[in-house]
């Protein structure tokens, strides 16, 4: 049981290139999302998904494309990236259930990218 | 809109005092409230959480506490020690339609020995 698995763990880009986030996770959980985060910024949502096939926007979802095609994975994408992406990339899965039974969301180890 | 505030930015203690975190956040229907501690490098770590049913909630020497009527929620470190220092994030469930947590900006704990 591995839990949340991000690759890669670091990527240095330059501007204008374009590469693919890989989360994974292997807890059954219909939610996965990723965040970046920046200092003095705490953790900031990007996209989020309720479930496979299906994405959402969160608080700062330009310059960034996701994928849910199976439930197990999570895939964040960066078209042309731009040195205002340079960050700390988390993602993590959570399972809800009616009467709040189980909110504890679960984190991956992040992905370090720099884009020069 | 969704928000959640956190402060101090930065706290300073000695060791064997306390450390106390504020949070609030917007949205009344929020009904669960995760703490996480981040060590340099490392992914956070829920550390307590605690669920709009109970006020507050103990694991040994961190309690958190919850006001649902002025939306806000509290985090309190006893017995501070060295090994405390790291950044401290608090966050909110928001639950309307889907299940987004937002989080606070982070409290940057030091233990000075």
């Known amino acids: 049981n591995a839990g949340v698995t991000q690759t890669p763990k670091f990527r240095v880009l330059k501007t204008g290139q374009s590469m693919t986030l890989l989360c994974a996770q292997d807890?059954?959980?219909?939610?996965m999302y990723w965040y970046r985060q920046d200092p003095g910024m705490g953790l900031r949502l990007i996209h989020y998904?309720?479930?496979?096939?299906?994405?959402a926007k969160g608080e700062v979802p330009d310059g960034y494309n996701v994928s849910r095609l199976k439930k197990q994975n999570f895939l964040l994408g960066l078209e042309s990236a731009a040195p205002s992406q340079t960050s700390v990339y988390f993602c993590?899965?959570?399972?809800?259930?009616?009467?709040?039974?189980?909110?504890?969301?679960?984190f991956g180890a992040g992905t370090r990218l720099s884009v020069l | 809109g969704e928000n959640v505030e956190q402060h101090p930015s930065t706290l300073s203690v000695q060791e064997g005092d306390s450390a106390v975190i504020k949070c609030t956040y917007s949205d009344s229907a929020s009904n669960y409230f995760p703490w996480y501690k981040q060590e340099l490098g490392k992914r956070p770590q829920l550390i307590i959480d605690?669920?709009?049913?109970?006020g507050e909630k103990k694991d040994q020497r961190i309690a958190v506490t919850l006001n649902k009527t002025a939306k806000h929620f509290s985090l309190h470190i006893t017995e501070t020690q060295p090994e405390d220092s790291a950044v401290y994030f608090c966050?909110?469930?928001?639950?309307?339609?889907?299940?987004?947590?937002?989080f606070g900006t982070g409290t940057r704990l030091k233990v000075l020995a």
């Open positions: 966050a909110a469930l928001f639950t309307s339609g889907t299940y987004k947590y937002i």
């Open positions: 807890m059954n959980h219909e939610y």
């Open positions: 998904s309720v479930g496979e096939g299906t994405t």
């Open positions: 993590a899965s959570s399972y809800h259930l009616a009467g709040d039974v189980e909110n504890i969301q679960y």
């Open positions: 605690i669920r709009s049913n109970v």
